[in-house]
């Protein structure tokens, strides 16, 4: 199993610019979240999804849109970068109860410029 | 609405020394469950401790160990004679038990064990 795999590891992009952050798990999980990571802030959810077809906001989705066609991936979307969205982004899966541990992708570092 | 707070911001001890982190939560919920993670250095996410709500039952792991408190909603993480590997981020999170599972973590405590 390659749990759950993200990609690009880095990414540079400029204000305006669009782009998708890749996420995939080959565990079978339903649930499945983005997270964004700034020093200081811990860990803050940005979207996250029940299962395909479903999907929910988190506490800071605004510039990320997200959508999911199969159980295996979770795309996030930033349709016009900003240098406010510079961070960390983890993407995450888990099964379908509050008490299943999360299991966390490598991350994404990205710098909007 | 819940939140999680970890008011240590950094901890640096020497070596062989006990440390404790503290972790204080909020939420109106009667069933949740409260999460330990480790970053080391290289960046991952590695899950330390789960623990529901209704066992507060400490736990002891090797060096590790976990002392829950919901008369004071807290759930502290002690490591024992710490070594250089233990330099980590340590995090705190709790989620709910209803509906989709949405971790809310605290900022995180930057832990140094100097040799």
């Known amino acids: 199993n390659a749990g759950v795999t993200q990609t690009p590891k880095f990414q540079v992009l400029k204000t305006g610019q669009s782009m998708t952050l890749q996420c995939a798990q080959d565990m079978n999980h339903e649930y499945m979240s983005w997270y964004r990571q700034d020093p200081g802030m811990g860990l803050r959810l940005i979207h996250y999804?029940?299962?395909?077809?479903?999907?929910d906001q988190g506490e800071v989705p605004n510039g990320y849109n997200v959508s999911r066609s199969t159980t295996e991936d979770f795309p996030l979307r930033l349709l016009s970068a900003a240098p406010s969205q510079t961070s960390v982004y983890f993407c995450?899966?888990?099964?379908?109860?509050?008490?299943?541990?999360?299991?966390f992708g490598p991350g994404t570092r990205l710098t909007v410029l | 609405a819940q939140k999680v707070t970890q008011a240590q911001t950094e901890i640096s001890v020497v070596e062989k020394e006990d440390v404790t982190l503290d972790c204080v939560y909020e939420t109106r919920d009667t069933t949740y469950y409260l999460f330990w993670y480790k970053q080391p250095p290289s960046g991952e996410l590695v899950f330390l401790i789960r623990r529901n709500s209704f066992d507060e039952q400490n736990e002891i792991s090797g060096r590790y160990s976990w002392n829950f408190q919901k008369s004071t909603s807290s759930f502290n993480f002690t490591i024992t004679a710490s070594q250089v590997v233990d330099s980590a981020v340590y995090f705190c999170a709790l989620s709910e038990s209803q509906g989709a599972q949405k971790l809310v973590f605290g900022q995180g405590t930057r832990l140094t064990i100097n040799p």
């Open positions: 999804s029940v299962g395909a077809g479903i999907t």
């Open positions: 995450a899966s888990s099964y379908p109860t509050g008490s299943s541990e999360q299991f």
